[in-house]
């Protein structure tokens, strides 16, 4: 009984650094491009989806965000996936990102 009284407070007391956190989605797809064909796609479809700000391009990511929200495509080609993410304040509009990013990749 203790525990679970002790869990509660845990949870009630970090209640509200849990409020404050993003919320998170992602996925991945099957690729069979190279590197600069999987790097030029994500910038496109982060572009296409929005993510104009502050567009960012690494040896194997693309980043960018859409006012509060941001936005990752990693190409991995020698395992031959693509992974994406979005995070921001509001999970059904980072759901909705994370989608609109895969199909304009």
Not at 57 to 82: D, H, L, W
Not at 93 to 103: D, E, M, Q, V
Request: with cysteine; proline share 4%; net charge neutral.
């Amino acid at each position: 009984m203790k525990r679970v009284l002790f869990a509660l407070l845990f949870l009630c007391a970090s209640g509200s650094a849990w409020a404050d956190a993003p919320f998170i989605w992602n996925g991945w797809q099957d690729t069979t491009l190279d590197m600069e064909q999987c790097l030029n796609r994500a910038e496109y479809a982060l572009r296409e989806s929005g993510f104009t700000e502050e567009v960012a391009i690494t040896t194997s990511s693309v980043f960018g965000m859409n006012g509060q929200y941001r936005a990752t495509v990693r190409c991995a080609p020698p395992k031959e996936i693509v992974f994406f993410v979005v995070a921001g304040p509001t999970s059904g509009t980072a759901k909705h990102f994370l989608g609109t990013i895969r199909s304009n990749f």
